[in-house]
């Protein structure tokens, strides 16, 4: 009877081209609930205090920029969602979850396909979300959390899955003690915490983590409680009884951060540091120090990804210029995203957060910026005879984040003494076309010379089989070839044939990870990876006697014949055609609602450059020519001079002087922000609209253009001013 009762059940979750009124409980987890915090704000009023003033450091204009800010509005949010939709009616509550906080607290996560949401739901991860959040295991102010919602378990809170437990009254929560607000506000500790972050960014599946036969867990980690049943009270189901990292993995960048012991460390202890792990983005943040109030501050996600700057967090009279402002552009390596945004708000395909307005569009271009920064300072590359050395410089594993389309790989050209090409390893050129179009990717996926740095997840032949017990159809297709389009595996040919496990791009029935080769972090231990599902797979790379793991990789080199020299790049694409073709393809276009979004997102990718990879960093090997391109050199003397509600710049040229101009930012504590781009003649620039009282902190860096290439100089000194 049991079983025909989960019969039943799992039928009702897969029906074709609906979606859930209800959320399903198999999807339900812990922490506070729709419609128990009802005082949300919407950001457009936080901008009326915390916007508009000094595009560096404001909250407003950074925040508006980042992917948190846009997560409604990202095309693979919504394609990825009719997937997930199709494959387990009711999954979209937990995208939406995280994806449009103020829709899924206010209760529109329902249908969950998204069709309730509404224009304010459109900023994604929203200011209120984040300064309303209290630590769940209780131990500083107390959020709402209804039994049997409690998102802890004997004292260890569960950070992950977006399960936050909201403070309930009016105040916003921060790490101030002596905020000027002109609003109710508490000072809070956890939003300095290391664990604040991982309230989002481990993903569990609540699912797979209860039904499926491994619970979605790697075998060595810890057994998980779990009722094995759709139907079975929330108090049974593994999201209940365990922490997030213990089952359904989706997604372990918190996971990976906790296992490294970067989480351990101090900033004013950088000068322990290994030599070669000083560098990138450790080093970029090695001289903001402790806090101003005296807390220690620890390499944690808040110091890398919300860096320190000096300014004032409100454009109101009175308030405190600080030191250590927390800078809220929460960059990542997603450069791509941004472009896709600005194409589908133009062609009106925008399923929320259409029509921006000109600030939003300024700051999606500025956030794009600082993503390609930000990866310019993830790892380092150095050569010794043939073995090429790959440094992390982050936290958590290179690369990070949801795996599915995004890599990093190694791209060499080998040249003669000629400057001819003899071979290219990792090279990406076109290999398919869609409808007459070209598409380009990885050559050759799995060649002798490719390195890939990748995570694969999967499905495994015993939980194929449980899914076809369970009703799902034997030709549902999990693989698709690149080039052709044609099915290459179904569900029933993985249940019924002889491998153990399958890649499939179906994040919500996956249940496995079957490969994950990306760098770990320094001093990433062995045992609190296992019990955190964060280990490579398989588990023994990079892994030395003592249980920790390397933070870098070592590869040897395969010269061809007559290679007198090299020219070897990391490349990062955040979105691949195979990922792009899979949302495309696997859309049976079966919910009116989302039936488009597959194609909306091939046609976004394939019109703004396939996600073009971007070098992250570059070295040579052997003898190499003077390079075509000539960097100019850094300009020299910058100063600056205030005006009535301007700051007037001025400089000399470096050595040598540069033949394409010059650019002008906005310093952000090592990240820029441009302000504007000059001639080569032009030596000072006027930056006018500012606001009177406030101090803006520029550099000015010198490039040369070469045909496509573009040169750029190191920054000059820094100055500021206050705009009178």
């Given amino acids: 009877m049991r079983a025909l009762v989960l019969f039943l059940a799992i039928l009702s979750l897969i029906a074709i081209g609906t979606a859930a009124l209800v959320e399903p409980p198999a999807i339900k987890m812990p922490g506070t609930q729709p419609g128990q915090v009802s005082n949300l704000e919407t950001p457009n009023k936080c901008d009326n205090c915390h916007g508009g003033y000094n595009r560096a450091v404001e909250p407003a204009f950074n925040w508006r920029g980042s992917m948190m800010g846009n997560a409604s509005r990202d095309p ?19 995208c939406i979850r995280c994806h449009s906080t103020s829709g899924w607290y206010a209760g529109r996560s329902t249908p969950t396909d998204g069709s309730r949401l509404m224009a304010g739901d459109a900023d994604g991860v929203e200011c209120d979300t984040c300064h309303k959040m209290t630590n769940p295991d209780n131990s500083e102010h107390l959020g709402v959390m209804i039994s049997p919602f409690i998102a802890n378990k004997d004292g260890e809170g569960f950070y992950g899955s977006g399960m936050l437990s909201l403070w309930p009254n009016s105040h916003k929560l921060g790490p101030y003690s002596d905020a000027d607000a002109r609003h109710q506000f508490l000072q809070s500790r956890f939003h300095r915490d290391i664990r604040f972050c991982g309230s989002c960014h481990d993903v569990s599946n609540p699912v797979t983590g209860d039904v499926a036969h491994n619970n979605g867990k790697q075998v060595t980690s810890d057994d998980v409680i779990a009722s094995g049943y759709l139907d079975s009270p929330l108090t049974a189901k593994a999201a209940f009884k365990n922490p997030p990292y213990m089952y359904g993995i989706v997604e372990r960048t918190f996971s990976e951060f906790m296992a490294g012991a970067l989480s351990k460390t101090p900033v004013t202890s950088y000068s322990s ?31 890398c990804h919300m860096r320190a700057v000096t300014g004032a967090g409100a454009n109101k009279a009175g308030v405190p210029i600080r030191t250590d402002l927390p800078l809220h552009d929460m960059t990542g390596g997603n450069y791509w995203t941004p472009d896709a945004i600005l194409y589908q708000n133009t062609r009106g395909w925008l399923r929320l957060g259409g029509g921006l307005t000109t600030t939003q569009i300024d700051a999606l271009k500025a956030g794009k910026d600082r993503a390609m920064q930000q990866l310019k300072l993830a790892a380092t590359l150095s050569v010794a005879g043939n073995t090429l050395r790959i440094v992390n410089h982050t936290g958590h594993k290179l690369i990070s984040g949801y795996p599915e389309g995004r890599r990093m790989w190694v791209n060499i050209q080998w040249f003669d003494a000629s400057g001819n090409l003899l071979r290219e390893d990792g090279k990406y050129d076109v290999v398919a076309y869609v409808n007459g179009t070209p598409v380009k990717s990885i050559v050759d996926l799995s060649g002798t010379n490719t390195k890939i740095y990748e995570a694969h997840y999967g499905m495994t032949q015993a939980w194929a089989s449980q899914l076809l017990d369970l009703g799902y159809p034997a030709d549902l297709p999990l693989a698709f070839d690149r080039v052709s389009g044609a099915v290459t595996l179904t569900l029933g040919q993985l249940a019924n044939g002889s491998a153990p496990y399958a890649d499939t791009f179906h994040f919500v029935l996956n249940n496995t990870v079957t490969k994950d080769n990306r760098i770990p972090p320094y001093g990433f231990s062995y045992e609190e990876a296992r019990k955190r599902n964060a280990l490579p797979v398989p588990a023994g790379q990079y892994r030395n006697s003592d249980g920790t793991y390397r933070y870098y990789d070592e590869l040897t080199l395969n010269p061809p014949t007559n290679a007198t020299y090299a020219r070897i790049r990391l490349l990062y694409q955040p979105t691949s ?99 504007a781009e000059v001639s080569a003649e032009t030596t000072s620039f006027r930056d006018t ?10 550099v000015v860096t010198a490039f040369n253009t070469c045909n496509a290439e573009i040169a750029e100089s190191q920054p000059s000194n820094k100055v500021s001013a206050t705009a009178q």
Avoid: H
């Fill in 76 to 94: 693979i949010f919504w394609a990825t969602l009719a997937i997930a939709e199709q494959d387990f009616d009711g999954a979209g509550d937990l």
């Fill in 689 to 698: 609209g500012l606001t009177s009282r406030m101090t803006y902190t520029y």
């Fill in 577 to 675: 055609w195979e990922y792009v073709q899979f949302l495309y393809l696997a859309n049976r276009k079966t919910n009116a609602f989302l039936a488009s979004e597959g194609d909306n997102l091939l046609n976004t990718w394939l019109a703004t450059g396939m996600a073009e990879p971007f070098v992250m960093a570059e070295t040579t090997w052997g003898a190499a020519p003077v390079p075509a391109c000539e960097t100019p050199g850094a300009p020299q003397n910058l100063s600056a001079k205030a005006g009535k509600k301007s700051i007037t710049l001025s400089w000399s040229p470096g050595s040598p002087a540069p033949t394409g101009g010059y650019r002008v930012y906005y310093d952000q504590n090592g990240k820029l922000q441009l302000r």
């Fill in 273 to 303: 540091l290994p030599a070669d792990l000083k560098a990138g983005a450790i080093a970029a943040v090695a001289a903001s120090g402790n806090y101003a109030d005296g807390t220690t501050r620890y390499f944690s996600c808040q110091t």
